[in-house]
């Protein structure tokens, strides 16, 4: 048989630039964790391309509220990115908006034994919504309590350790003009209740701010009500905090550290590299949570972030496997390096800042979040019914703050119920 040479040198030319134009894919991915982000992924990415040479890695940040109304709006038109970088809870209101993310458990089981043993439970836990993991988990983030050292020092004071130390703190703090003692956030129901309410009350060492591992109700709790009632205090009572909190998100809160106007604070271990070099530029000391009534002083593993794939992602396939390296030595020391975070102990901590180290101590105790949100399916529309109520004491304060739990407790109940019933 005759084999036609310049047929075959043709049929295997076209091959190979088939080949090619498969293996060279750019990934996409969209976040909202700004330049460390950036700066993140790109190291990330390039040590990805060693081993994956036809595969480039780029990603977009972007504001909030913006990655929100993008990402599903992108999810349900057939224009997503490859991948979706965020924290845990945002990734299962993408799920629960568009129901358009993929499982990600055959890549979790897929990633090598010595990897994905990093891995717990919980960040498995935090990654899954309704039987599903959404995304493969790479950070855990972590928030304790900030105070500015220039302003202790100035008011004779040193970290406050208790949350009457911060309440007397807080007040010298504001005697000056146009300062504000204690910084929060409270536009929405994450800002008030997650970002509020709840860290303070797992920074006390309590597991459940809400609702139990059942669902039960536990506001009236009696260590939930106090660290409750004390955050409400916060802008009624104390007026510690600036009269604009109640209409803030997080972007306004940090303008307020950023700017100088507050002493005490959140700080996650996210923040610290960039404010160890940008305002609060390092001026400022990390420890536990200040204990409440004998709380035990805690920091808080806030949320698991992680990366998703859309299940109509551009170049799926790829995103899938580039999930699983996000596991690894070198792109937890990116993690690290950049952003605070990682899931695995065995990165090098010679290089960490001094307001890094509290998060990474041997012996500081830690209060992990209880990720309601992904246990069950009706808990952001409780939150968001919690929150009416909150925001209401804030504007006009009961006489009887006990009183007051009660009742809201047994409303809560009720908003269980119904919420319940409607499946």
Not at 108 to 121: L, M, N, S, V
Not at 287 to 303: H, L, Q
Request: aromatic content about 8%; overall charge neutral.
């Amino acid at each position: 048989m005759k084999v036609n040479i310049r047929l075959l040198w043709l049929a295997l030319l076209a091959a190979c630039l088939t080949a090619g134009a498969a293996a060279a894919q750019e990934i996409t991915i969209w976040h909202d964790k700004g330049d460390d982000g950036i700066r993140m992924i790109q190291q990330m990415a390039d040590r990805y391309k060693v081993d994956h040479p036809g595969v480039t890695v780029k990603s977009v940040s972007m504001p909030t509220d913006q990655w929100f109304s993008r990402s599903i709006a992108a999810l349900h038109t057939g224009s997503s990115p490859d991948i979706l970088f965020n924290d845990n809870a945002r990734i299962v209101q993408i799920q629960q908006s568009t129901n358009k993310l993929a499982d990600v458990t055959p890549q979790f089981q897929a990633i090598a034994e010595a990897d994905r043993k990093a891995i717990t439970q919980g960040d498995i836990t935090a990654s899954s919504f309704k039987g599903r993991m959404l995304m493969i988990p790479f950070q855990r983030t972590m928030t304790g309590w900030g105070v500015r050292k220039s302003w202790l020092d100035a008011v004779g004071e040193t970290y406050p350790k208790t949350w009457d130390d911060v309440i007397r703190i807080g007040k010298k703090f504001q005697a000056s003009k146009d300062r504000f003692g204690v910084a929060m956030q409270a536009g929405d129901p994450p800002s008030m209740i997650d970002a509020g309410i709840n860290l303070l009350v797992y920074g006390n060492g309590i597991p459940h701010p809400l609702v139990d591992g059942k669902g039960e109700i536990v506001i009236d709790h009696p260590d939930v009500a106090r660290a409750t009632i004390e955050y409400l205090k916060l802008f009624t009572e104390h007026k510690l905090v600036s009269p604009e909190t109640v209409n803030q998100t997080f972007t306004d809160m940090y303008q307020l550290i950023e700017g100088g106007r507050v002493g005490m604070f959140r700080v996650g271990n996210w923040n610290v590299g960039k404010w160890d070099k940008s305002p609060p530029a390092g001026d400022y000391i990390v420890g536990p949570y200040p204990a409440i009534d004998g709380g035990t002083s805690s920091m808080v593993v806030g949320s698991v972030r992680g990366m998703a794939v859309p299940v109509n992602a551009p170049h799926k396939d790829a995103a899938l496997e580039f999930v699983k390296f996000i596991v690894t030595v070198p792109a937890q020391q990116s993690s690290l390096d950049n952003m605070g975070g990682v899931i695995r102990p065995d990165v090098d901590t010679s290089k960490v800042t001094p307001n890094l180290k509290p998060f990474l101590a041997a012996d500081v105790k830690l209060q992990v979040d209880d990720f309601a949100a992904s246990s069950f399916p009706w808990y952001l529309k409780l939150e968001a019914a919690y929150y009416r109520l909150l925001i209401a004491a804030v504007s006009n304060p009961p006489s009887d703050w006990n009183a007051w739990i009660k009742d809201t407790a047994d409303k809560m109940r009720q908003e269980v119920a119904t919420l319940k019933a409607k499946g």
